[in-house]
């Protein structure tokens, strides 16, 4: 009974060779063409196959971590005892506990030296929100999702106006674009075309650089009577690193002074050649006030976009990105998403960041309610439980529970993440500070309506470090300036501002009680320009001197109880009884000193001018001699700017 199985194995196995030897003896029998063909195919594939097996190979000493690993769990991940993990922390010279969690740089050195690497995922990744590959056929195409950034004043505004036919500009302090937000558009063929109206290039980076890469195209907008200004090359240079095709768009052609060659020739020296110059790039002249050539505008937009072949599956759970999030007076917090994939309805259960929720309602961006929204189309929602972050994901989740769960884990690892990057003085850095001598630092808590001002008005804020004054946003948010941020304030010694938000009255009465400088701002531009000044006033003050008068000595005298008195010539200036004054032999300062007496002839006086002669002692210092110069001085002191 036993043998039996075992030896069917056995001849099962012979035939199977033999079928093999037998496929074999065919297949390199008979060197045709077709099983030359075979088996190079056969190779090619071994050699995939190979290639597979590289990769999991490599894959295997590839450490998938976030930032807040343990000791503990570095230890298990690459299958080590914790002990040597510690042991080699000491020759380090880090002591380092079981349940410690470790940096990135000390994780990456730890993983090297037991010949892995690491590779760090955000903390997203890691918790695995289920998310569906697509079939080829499910793809449906999708609208472009298009950036406009250029230089200040270029006509970016003007120009999404135009493109939606309302005016935005009207009710924008200051005119300048400050809000972020999407709009969809609808030409009149039915063509589709999704803009992205961001404060200029920060926001556009700022949401790249926390992965959320949503922009398919980018217009950049330059003035045809200004030039290739400074934001108009940082524009070029972030959407070229972020890979996404440009269109120049050459606005206010309508001016006569517009001169669009101009533009052309400075794109070209920039290697930006465009399309009309036989470079790659496409542009169009346009004139965003009298709506001149943007519908061709925006028939290359969508030329550009057909080249990108853009698809997405509407047809399953909505996930998509934050574009900003706001705390609106009436209705709680609100936030616009644009859906990647997916269709959102109303009723889903989302998780965006670190926050959740049931969709109470939706608005396109004219205010209209809409029940559901698919790829590419932005809406505003209602219904989170806070604010999420621009450039935070979002998904739909199966159940409330879930969804709580992981907007819980992530805001908690956002805190201790909060908690871990605040800097640490280093010995270096205090030596640094004390070579500067009067290094400072400035505390500031930004609170704003919208995510997308915080995070530029911070972005901006933070740029304005000196190496003397160090500028640290110690907290910013979405919404009102509350009782707790004034206390964070005088806890560590920050002052408020505020963009478009006000403090509540209790907040208010506890920062004149506290004395917590806030300040409130609806104009980005002039929170720069006043935090600015701010640092400006910090800086101390530069000492400068000037030399207001120089003496010769001619002769002296012993005077008892006064000592040496000079008898001098004024070469030049003025010196007066207050002037501060050196004493110069042979070009050495021997002396620095106050004035004891000025006198001509018999009398005190208070000022003596060039070409004349005088009498006067120095306070406290009789080794004067004749031919020695005193050389007044005054000292003034100078603003320093930044
Ligand atoms: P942004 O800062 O880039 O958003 O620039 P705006 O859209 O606010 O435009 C700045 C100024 O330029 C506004 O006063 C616009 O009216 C003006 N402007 C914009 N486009 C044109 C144009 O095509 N022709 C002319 N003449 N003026 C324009």
């Known amino acids: 009974?036993?043998?039996?199985?075992?030896?069917?194995?056995?001849?099962?196995?012979?035939?199977?060779?033999?079928?093999?030897?037998?496929?074999?003896?065919?297949?390199?029998?008979?060197?045709?063409?077709?099983?030359?063909?075979?088996?190079?195919?056969?190779?090619?594939?071994?050699?995939?196959?190979?290639?597979?097996?590289?990769?999991?190979?490599?894959?295997?000493?590839?450490?998938?971590?976030?930032?807040?690993?343990?000791?503990?769990?570095?230890?298990?991940?690459?299958?080590?005892?914790?002990?040597?993990?510690?042991?080699?922390?000491?020759?380090?010279?880090?002591?380092?506990?079981?349940?410690?969690?470790?940096?990135?740089?000390?994780?990456?050195l730890l993983a090297d030296e037991f010949g892995f690497k690491v590779e760090f995922v955000s903390a997203e990744l890691q918790e695995a929100v289920r998310e569906e590959d697509d079939e080829e056929e499910d793809l449906k195409p999708r609208p472009p999702i298009v950036t406009v950034m250029g230089h200040v004043d270029h006509g970016k505004t003007k120009l999404l106006d135009y493109i939606r036919n309302t005016n935005v500009i009207a009710g924008e302090a200051g005119g300048i674009t400050q809000h972020i937000g999407a709009y969809g558009v609808i030409l009149e063929d039915g063509r589709?075309?999704?803009?992205?109206?961001?404060?200029?290039?920060?926001?556009?980076?700022?949401?790249?650089?926390?992965?959320?890469?949503?922009?398919?195209?980018?217009?950049?907008?330059?003035?045809?009577?200004?030039?290739?200004?400074?934001?108009?090359?940082e524009a070029i240079n972030h959407a070229s690193a972020a890979g996404v095709p440009i269109i120049f768009a050459i606005n206010k052609i309508d001016k006569p002074t517009a001169n669009p060659d101009k533009i052309k020739e400075a794109l070209a020296t920039m290697n930006y050649l465009v399309e009309d110059w036989g470079g790659k790039y496409q542009s169009q002249e346009i004139s965003a006030k009298s709506g001149l050539n943007i519908d061709i505008l925006l028939d290359k937009i969508l030329l550009e976009a057909e080249m990108l072949e853009l698809k997405a599956n509407p047809d399953k759970p909505a996930l998509g990105t934050v574009i900003e999030s706001s705390l609106d007076k009436g209705r709680g917090f609100t936030a616009t998403v644009l859906v990647k994939a997916g269709t959102l309805k109303i009723g889903d259960i989302m998780l965006a960041g670190s926050c959740f929720g049931h969709i109470k309602a939706m608005y396109n961006e004219r205010g209209y309610k809409v029940d559901e929204v698919g790829p590419a189309t932005p809406t505003l929602i209602l219904g989170l439980n806070g604010a999420p972050q621009a450039g935070d994901?979002?998904?739909?989740?199966?159940?409330?529970?879930?969804?709580?769960?992981?907007?819980?884990?992530?805001?908690?690892?956002?805190?201790?993440?909060?908690?871990?990057?605040?800097?640490?003085?280093?010995?270096?850095?205090?030596?640094?500070?004390?070579?500067?001598?009067?290094?400072?630092?400035?505390?500031?808590?930004?609170?704003?309506?919208?995510?997308?001002?915080?995070?530029?008005?911070?972005?901006?804020?933070?740029?304005?470090?000196?190496?003397?004054?160090?500028?640290?946003?110690?907290?910013?948010?979405?919404?009102?300036?509350?009782?707790?941020?004034?206390?964070?304030?005088?806890?560590?010694?920050?002052?408020?501002?505020?963009?478009?938000?006000?403090?509540?009255?209790?907040?208010?009465?506890?920062?004149?009680?506290?004395?917590?400088?806030?300040?409130?701002?609806?104009?980005?531009?002039?929170?720069i320009e006043e935090i600015r000044s701010a640092m400006e006033g910090m800086l101390m003050p530069e000492v400068r001197e000037e030399i207001v008068a120089t003496l010769e000595i001619r002769e002296i005298f012993k005077v008892t109880k006064v000592g040496t008195v000079a008898g001098c010539y004024v070469k030049e200036g003025k010196i007066t009884r207050n002037t501060r004054v050196r004493i110069i032999r042979d070009g050495i300062v021997i002396y620095t000193g106050e004035l004891g007496s000025l006198k001509r002839f018999k009398d005190d006086v208070k000022e003596v001018v060039g070409g004349y002669e005088c009498g006067l002692n120095i306070h406290n210092f009789n080794d004067i001699k004749p031919g020695d110069i005193v050389e007044g001085y005054q000292e003034f002191e100078v603003k320093k700017t930044l």
Do not use: W
Not at 198 to 217: K, N, S, V, W
């Open 1 to 108: 009974m036993k043998k039996r199985p075992v030896r069917a194995e056995v001849n099962e196995e012979e035939v199977q060779k033999q079928i093999k030897e037998t496929l074999a003896r065919l297949t390199t029998k008979g060197k045709s063409k077709g099983s030359r063909y075979r088996r190079e195919k056969r190779e090619a594939i071994s050699q995939k196959h190979q290639e597979v097996v590289d990769q999991q190979e490599l894959d295997k000493n590839i450490l998938k971590v976030t930032e807040f690993v343990s000791v503990n769990e570095l230890a298990s991940m690459m299958s080590i005892p914790v002990t040597d993990i510690i042991s080699t922390c000491m020759n380090l010279g880090l002591f380092v506990s079981i349940n410690q969690r470790l940096d990135a740089e000390t994780m990456a």
């Open 393 to 527: 994901k979002f998904n739909v989740m199966d159940s409330d529970r879930e969804a709580k769960d992981i907007a819980t884990k992530r805001a908690q690892l956002q805190r201790e993440q909060g908690l871990r990057t605040q800097k640490h003085i280093t010995l270096d850095e205090i030596g640094r500070r004390i070579a500067i001598g009067n290094f400072q630092e400035l505390n500031i808590i930004v609170k704003g309506d919208v995510d997308g001002s915080v995070e530029a008005l911070s972005d901006s804020l933070i740029k304005l470090s000196t190496p003397e004054i160090q500028l640290n946003i110690i907290h910013k948010a979405v919404g009102q300036i509350s009782e707790s941020d004034v206390l964070l304030a005088a806890a560590s010694n920050a002052i408020i501002v505020g963009f478009q938000v006000r403090p509540s009255l209790s907040a208010r009465k506890l920062a004149e009680k506290e004395e917590i400088d806030v300040r409130l701002y609806s104009i980005i531009y002039n929170a």
């Open 192 to 233: 589709q075309i999704t803009f992205l109206d961001t404060p200029g290039h920060e926001a556009f980076t700022a949401m790249r650089a926390r992965g959320a890469q949503i922009t398919d195209i980018a217009i950049i907008v330059v003035a045809a009577d200004d030039g290739v200004m400074p934001q108009t090359k």
